[in-house]
Each structure stands twice: as structure tokens, then as C-alpha cells.
């Protein structure tokens, strides 16, 4: 577990082909449609900040938006999202690039701007894989650096909310900084500015999800923990970063006082139940096949094992990383959706998922390169992780779980999910036969927007008519990009370290 630099971590060519190489694949694989309730209503409170400027979502009686379930009443008793008021800010300029970019050739405001916000997360996700290189270069060589990447990109469901609309792809890439900035500020302790973006970061968390903040348990592991002892400069540079985190978290107390009349209020009172049997919740967030890391994340579970080969080389980000998924798994497993609803395996531990894709790439490539049943038992690993991801990124978490709910097929999410993918590919009329899918007897009519593959191209056929010769071939030049960027960084992985 050898190799790695305590010392600044800059930019690199390979951080840049990395990082288009995961914009180039997740742009081939998106759908181009904001594809969660949640994210909607995000994107609602984004339109209305640029249109109306306020935060207000404006008339949405007999919605689902007014539900409780998903917001509260503001001082004006209008309705209010719940959700951390960075989620709508940092959708805004996305929003007005995508009625920028597409609304002349033929989108009206709503669904060009919701096409910009869908793609924000393409770029989320690659800026994670590249951090998760940045903080896998300070402990181990390039080479296992550029496989934590892509462990975490490829071999996790990382890709998967690469091309959904889920907060918790933004979110996972500021809790990455803040780790990063850590390092960083511990390596060079006289640099003030690791320590500022560490604050920076810290504050972004709590205006994208308060409960997020759990996830920073471990970044005073990292400032504090020496190779034997205690650093004492750890200490100025938590007061640095405090700095820009209280005012962060001051203006975070400003906006709910504005929008709730209490600097503490969140609009969650009405969903922040936590019933569930904590014991049984984490079994299923490490086992089921609902959403247990085992199945849809297994890099994730090997670096949990190979936390205790990363603190003899980094004690402070071992514990850091290990703190962080300690404090976030009771949290979920308590509340009363540990898996964040219809979504793919499970959701609020993606940001978990990243950060451990550092020890188990150090781990993994070390069976790898000792070889007998440990390269076996490594290879297995990865490609289960890397195949699984295939079926969602081509159907849509809606109808995996249309098909679950109402055609009574069992809730094994991988199984439903290939069998649609496998269905769409045979399928000449769009209809399915429901025995393929597990769901009885007859034929299975998707809805209308679930017809044909989950990708952009095909919401372009269904909604601008006459435009989409352009939009596959537009496709086609993004897929042969992406090819051609993934074999490239795949070479510069094993010429690493060499």
C-alpha cells in the first residue's frame, strides 16, 4: 500500500483525462430528464428563484409538492421545499444554460431548463472520481490512485446516479473536497487556503443537507492524527476552516429564517422519522439485495476491509474514512427509508462509497498483482460491481420500480432491471411479455416515456420531433469519445508507477 505523497496535489494530465472520460461516458449514458420527485421539486424551486425570485413553488394545491412529506410552510404560509437551499441554488445555472443551449431549437423554458439541470450531474460525477483520484494520490501510488477512480466511478452505482438527478451526486463531491482540502491543509500546515476550502466545503455540505454533516466526523481524524501521536497544527487549521464554515452556516440559519421564521427549520419535520429497527436497517444496508453494499457496491465492503492496510500508511484519513461511514450507517439504517425510496441500491451512502473506493482499490490491486485465489476472488469483485451497473443505465428507476409495484414482481432490483433491459432490446413493438419480466402472464405495455432505452436521444425523438438524425449522431460522436478517452486512461493506469 505503498508509493503515495504527503505533499501538494496538484492537477494532472491524468486528473484531466479522467475527468473526460467519465463527462464523455455519463453524457452517453443520460437520460436528459430530471428523473426523481425529489429532484422535481429541487428544480421547481430553481425555476422559481430565476423567474419569480423568491423560494416560494408557487401554486401547487393538490400536488404532490404540497405534501408535508416533502416540504413545510414559510412565514407567507406559501409552500417550501425541504431539501438544503443549496440543491436549488446550485441547479440555477444550469437551468439557464439549458434554456441557453436548447431553448432555440425548439424547448420551451420548463423542459430546456430541466434538460441543463439533468446534466449537472454528469459533471458531479466526474468531479468525484477526479477527487477520489486527488485523495488516493496523497497515500498510495499513481497507478492505485487511477483504479480508486474507477472503482468508484465503475465498479459502484456512482455511474448510476452519474445519469439521475439525486442530491446525493453534488453532495458527495463536496464531502470529497472537504477530505481533500484536509489533506491538503495537513500537508502544508503554513498554506491557508487548503484550510479555507476545507470551511468552504464543510458549509456547502450543511446548505445541500444538514444530516450530511455526520459525514464530517472524520475530517478531525485527518487534521489530528499523526503517524504515532497528536499534531498540534492541527489546531490552527480547524480555526482557519472555521472561519468560512460559520459564515457559511450563518447564512444557512439566515435563509431558513427568511423562508421558515426559524434560523433552524428545514421544512423536514414532516419526514425526519426514525422508527425503523436500527439493527434490521443495517443488515439491509450492508446485505439485501434491496440495497445492500455487498450487492450493489462490493469495492465499497473491501475497503472497509482495507482500512486497517491504509492507517499503516495513513492513520488519520483511516480513521477519517472509517468515522464517517460509522457515523452516516446508524443515521440511515434508523430512518424510516434507509434506502432513499425507488432508487438504486443504497442512496445516502454513495458519498461513503467514494471515499472507501480508496482502500479497496489499494487492497484490490494487491490481490491483483499477488495473484492464485486472490486475483480470482479481486477480479470477481469488480466485474460483479462494474456489470451490475449495466441494466440502469439504460431503464429507468421508474419503470424498475412500475414493474416491482404493479406487476408483482419480486423486489430483487437487479433481476427486474436486467430483465427490462434484456426485454427492450428484443422487443419490436415496445411491449414486453410479462413472464420475462417475472410479473405473471400477458403482455406488459410500458408507459409512453418508458419505451426504448432510458437515453437522451430517445426523449429527443419523443419531444422535438424532426431533430433526432442530430441528436444520434450527436450520440454516436459522444460514445466514440468516450471509447476513445476510457482506453486511454485504462493505458495510463497500468504505464503508472511503472
Not at 482502500?359 to 451490475?388: D, I, K
Not at 420500480?401 to 430483487?412: K, S, Y
Request: glycine letters at 12%; hydrophobic letters at 50%; charged letters at 15%.
Amino acid at each position: 500500500m505503498g508509493g503515495g505523497s504527503m505533499t501538494r496535489c496538484r492537477w494532472s494530465s491524468t486528473a484531466f483525462l479522467l475527468f473526460a472520460t467519465c463527462v464523455l461516458i455519463a453524457a452517453t449514458l443520460h437520460p436528459g430528464v430530471v428523473d426523481n420527485v425529489d429532484s422535481r421539486i429541487i428544480l421547481r424551486t430553481a425555476e422559481r428563484l430565476i423567474d419569480a425570485h423568491t423560494w416560494s413553488l408557487g401554486d401547487v394545491t393538490g400536488t404532490y409538492m404540497a405534501s408535508a412529506e416533502y416540504g413545510g410552510l414559510g412565514t407567507d404560509l406559501s409552500h417550501q421545499m425541504k431539501f438544503g437551499p443549496g440543491t436549488a441554488l446550485l441547479c440555477v445555472p444550469f437551468v439557464l444554460l439549458g434554456r441557453f443551449v436548447l431553448g432555440p431549437v425548439g424547448l420551451d423554458p420548463h423542459h430546456a431548463g430541466e434538460a441543463g439541470a439533468a446534466a449537472a450531474s454528469v459533471l458531479w460525477f466526474a468531479a468525484s472520481c477526479v477527487l477520489v483520484l486527488r485523495i488516493a494520490r496523497r497515500v498510495v501510488g499513481e497507478r492505485t490512485a487511477i483504479c480508486a477512480a474507477l472503482l468508484h466511478g465503475f465498479a459502484s452505482y456512482a455511474i448510476v446516479y452519474g445519469r439521475s438527478a439525486y442530491l446525493e451526486t453534488p453532495l458527495t463531491v463536496f464531502v470529497l473536497l472537504a477530505f481533500d482540502a484536509a489533506l491538503a491543509t495537513r500537508a502544508d500546515p503554513a498554506d491557508a487556503r487548503p484550510a479555507w476550502i476545507l470551511g468552504v466545503a464543510a458549509a456547502a455540505v450543511v446548505w445541500i443537507k444538514l444530516a450530511a454533516v455526520l459525514l464530517l466526523a472524520g475530517i478531525p481524524a485527518i487534521l489530528f492524527l499523526g503517524s504515532v501521536g497528536f499534531r498540534r497544527d492541527g489546531v490552527r487549521s480547524a480555526l482557519r476552516a472555521a472561519g468560512p464554515a460559520c459564515v457559511g452556516v450563518g447564512l444557512w440559519c439566515w435563509c431558513n429564517y427568511a423562508r421558515f421564521g426559524n434560523p433552524f427549520a428545514t421544512g423536514y419535520s414532516g419526514s425526519a422519522r426514525f422508527d425503523h429497527p436500527l439493527f434490521q436497517g443495517i443488515v439491509e444496508l450492508l446485505l439485501s439485495e434491496r440495497g445492500g453494499l455487498l450487492y450493489f457496491a462490493p469495492c465499497a465492503l473491501i475497503g472497509l476491509l482495507g482500512l486497517k492496510g491504509l492507517a499503516r500508511v495513513d492513520r488519520g484519513l483511516a480513521w477519517g474514512v472509517g468515522l464517517a461511514f460509522a457515523a452516516a450507517l446508524p443515521l440511515y439504517a434508523a430512518f424510516f427509508s434507509p434506502f432513499g425510496g425507488d432508487a438504486w441500491g443504497p442512496r445516502y451512502l454513495l458519498p461513503n462509497v467514494a471515499l472507501l473506493a480508496v482502500p479497496a482499490a489499494a487492497l484490490l490491486s494487491r490481490g491483483l498483482a499477488v495473484g492464485g485465489w486472490r486475483r480470482c476472488v479481486a477480479a470477481t469483485v469488480v466485474a460483479w460491481g462494474v456489470l451490475l451497473q449495466a441494466a440502469p443505465c439504460v431503464v429507468a428507476f421508474s419503470e424498475t420500480w412500475t414493474v416491482i409495484r404493479q406487476g408483482g414482481a419480486e423486489p430483487r432490483l437487479g433481476v427486474v432491471a436486467a430483465r427490462i433491459a434484456r426485454a427492450k432490446l428484443t422487443s419490436i413493438d415496445g411491449t414486453y411479455k410479462r413472464a420475462e419480466l417475472g410479473a405473471g402472464e400477458g403482455v406488459w405495455q410500458p408507459y409512453e416515456s418508458q419505451l426504448g432505452p432510458d437515453l437522451w436521444p430517445v426523449r429527443v425523438a419523443r419531444e422535438i420531433p424532426g431533430h433526432e438524425s442530430a441528436a444520434w449522431a450527436a450520440w454516436t460522436v459522444l460514445a466514440a469519445g468516450a471509447c476513445a478517452c476510457g482506453v486511454l486512461t485504462l493505458r495510463r493506469s497500468r504505464s503508472a508507477d511503472a
